[in-house]
């Protein structure tokens, strides 16, 4: 009887192994994607294991439960100072800060298990903004966050795009302005809370308008353009 023949009617049974020394089950939880959830997404790249489902093999040095604050668990083949400075030039040099959905996804994922640490080890905020108002530094400005509005301005040799071109200004878009804003209840001179300005007859600004009473204010929107003037009190 033939080799095959042999299989045929004689089929080894299922491997059961006689010792077990550990089972592990997944959590159970399966993500439902759609196709425009995935649009510009890194799904495509066979290296990226973001959308695997259950039961697919490891791709990344992401994917295993080490402690990497312990460089005896990772580092074998150089030094750990090597590796925190190639973990820093990874991130701070190669992070897309300007790239798409896709771009940002495919960096993530293509870091290393302790590069993906340092980067999880970054201080992040996502609370709120205090600013003094018009006591300090200076009685006349306070303190306030300055956008340089120019594609490419601050950093143009890690900048995707450096055509120096406007990013907030809308021109002929709609615009949004979404915030939270907390007054002290005091009386409060004119202050500037949100302005685009382009020289010093165009512009769009939220301010605070002067109040003696400790307990209300006005908010001014005010849109100046060279060939109008709008203004809406709040």
Same mark, same amino acid.
């Given at each position: 009887?033939?080799?095959?023949?042999?299989?045929?009617?004689?089929?080894p049974?299922?491997?059961s192994?006689?010792?077990?020394?550990?089972?592990?089950?997944?959590?159970?939880i399966?993500?439902?994607?759609?196709?425009?959830?995935?649009?510009?997404?890194?799904?495509?790249?066979t290296?990226?294991?973001?959308?695997d489902?259950?039961?697919?093999?490891?791709?990344?040095?992401?994917?295993?439960p080490?402690?990497?604050?312990r460089?005896?668990?990772?580092?074998f083949f150089?030094?750990?100072?090597?590796?925190?400075?190639?973990a %820093?030039?990874?991130?701070?040099?190669?992070? =897309?800060?300007? $790239? +798409?959905?896709? /771009? *940002?996804?495919? &960096?993530?994922?293509? @870091?290393?298990?302790?590069e993906?640490?340092?980067?999880?080890?970054?201080?992040?905020?996502?609370g709120?903004?205090? %600013?003094?108002?018009?006591?300090?530094?200076? =009685?006349?400005? $306070? +303190?306030?966050? /300055? *956008?340089?509005? &120019?594609?490419?301005? @601050?950093?143009?040799?890690?900048?995707?795009?450096?055509?120096?071109?406007?990013?907030?200004d809308p021109?002929?878009?709609?615009?949004?302005?979404?915030?939270?804003?907390?007054?002290? $209840?005091q009386?409060?001179?004119?202050?500037?809370?949100?302005?685009?300005?382009?020289?010093?007859?165009?512009?769009?600004?939220?301010?605070?308008?002067?109040?003696?009473?400790?307990?209300?204010?006005?908010?001014?929107?005010?849109?100046i353009?060279?060939?109008?003037?709008?203004?809406?009190?709040?």
């Open positions: 009887m033939s080799f095959k023949r042999v299989l045929e009617f004689d089929r049974r299922l491997f192994p006689a010792f077990t020394r550990r089972a592990i089950e997944g959590d159970g399966v993500l439902r994607k759609n196709a425009s959830e995935l649009v510009d997404s890194n799904n495509a790249n290296a990226s294991f973001r959308y489902s259950n039961f697919v093999g490891i791709r990344s040095t992401q994917q295993i080490v402690d990497f604050s460089f005896e668990n990772h580092v150089n030094s750990a100072e090597v590796a925190v400075n190639v %820093f030039d990874s991130i701070i040099n190669g992070y =897309p800060f300007d $790239g +798409t959905r896709k /771009e *940002v996804e495919s &960096f993530l994922d293509s @870091l290393t298990g302790f993906k640490w340092v980067l999880d080890s970054f201080p992040t905020n996502v709120y903004l205090n %600013f003094s108002g018009s006591s300090s530094p200076s =009685p006349s400005e $306070g +303190t306030y966050i /300055e *956008v340089k509005d &120019f594609a490419g301005y @601050l950093f143009p040799n890690i900048s995707k795009k450096r055509t120096g071109d406007n990013v907030i021109v002929l878009k709609p615009i949004s302005i979404e915030m939270q804003l907390y007054l002290p $209840g009386t409060n001179d004119n202050q500037v809370v949100w302005q685009k300005v382009s020289g010093s007859d165009q512009g769009i600004t939220l301010a605070v308008s002067h109040s003696n009473s400790a307990a209300s204010c006005s908010m001014v929107f005010a849109v353009s060279e060939r109008s003037v709008g203004c809406d009190v709040i």
